[in-house]
C-alpha cells in the first residue's frame, strides 16, 4: 500500500535551531548574546551578523541541533495516522547527514529534501508539490502561503506559531498554536476530502 506523504519543516518544527545557534554564537563569541528583538531573522534577533559561511560549513553543528519537545510525538501520531513522513529543509545538500542525526534516525536520510541556503518559499512549494504532500507544517508561513498557491494540490497547510513577531499571517494560512494540535487538524481535512 502506498502511504500518503506529509512534509515537515526541522527548524523550529522538529528541531531547537534557536536555543543551537543562540548557545554556539556565545561559546564561539565568548559572550551572553541576548535576544534584542522578536524578529525571525537572526541578525536582528541576536544583533551579530557574517556568522553564516562558517556556520553552513559545520557539520558538528547542524549535527548537534537537539529535538524539541513533541518532536517524536509528532512523527510518531502522524506514522500512527498511516503517513511518511519527509522533512524538506532549507539547508544545503552537504548537510543532509547531520540533518539526518539531529533527527536521531526518526526521520530516514532518503526522506530529508534538502532545498538549499538559498531556498525561496516557491522553491520549497515545488518540492512538496514534485514530492505530492497531503500535508505541510512549517514554522514560517510564507512556505506556508506558497505551498498553496499550487495547483492542484490536495495539501492541508499549517503554519506553526513560533515565538517571533512574524507581522499579520494571512487568512488563507492554516495556523496551529502548538504542533501536535497539526495532527488533529489534518484528520479534520482529510474527512472533508473523503
Ligand atoms: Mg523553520
Not at 494560512?173 to 482529510?190: C, K, R, T
Request: aromatic residues 10%; hydrophobic residues 45%.
Amino acid at each position: 500500500m502506498i502511504r500518503r506523504k506529509i512534509a515537515l519543516d526541522a527548524d523550529g518544527v522538529l528541531l531547537d535551531f534557536d536555543r543551537h545557534f543562540q548557545r554556539h554564537m556565545e561559546y564561539k563569541l565568548g559572550r551572553k548574546l541576548p535576544v534584542l528583538a522578536d524578529s525571525f531573522q537572526l541578525s536582528a534577533r541576536y544583533g551579530i551578523d557574517g556568522f553564516w559561511n562558517d556556520l553552513a560549513q559545520d557539520a558538528v553543528f547542524w549535527s548537534g541541533i537537539p529535538l524539541l519537545p513533541d518532536a517524536k510525538n509528532l512523527i510518531y501520531a502522524l506514522e500512527d495516522m498511516g503517513f511518511e513522513v519527509w522533512v524538506v529543509t532549507a539547508i544545503g545538500e552537504e548537510q543532509r547527514k547531520s540533518r539526518a542525526i539531529s533527527l536521531s534516525g526518526l526521520i530516514p536520510a532518503g526522506r530529508i529534501v534538502c532545498a538549499d541556503w538559498t531556498a525561496t518559499p516557491q522553491d520549497k512549494a515545488n518540492i512538496l508539490h514534485d514530492l505530492g504532500t497531503v500535508g505541510f507544517l512549517d514554522d514560517q508561513w510564507e512556505h506556508v502561503l506558497h505551498a498553496g498557491m499550487l495547483p492542484k494540490m490536495l495539501c492541508a497547510r499549517y503554519y506553526c506559531c513560533g515565538r517571533y513577531d512574524v507581522g499579520e499571517v494571512p487568512v488563507e494560512v492554516g495556523v496551529v498554536d502548538d504542533v501536535m494540535d497539526f495532527p488533529v487538524a489534518l484528520e479534520a481535512s482529510m474527512r472533508r476530502w473523503a
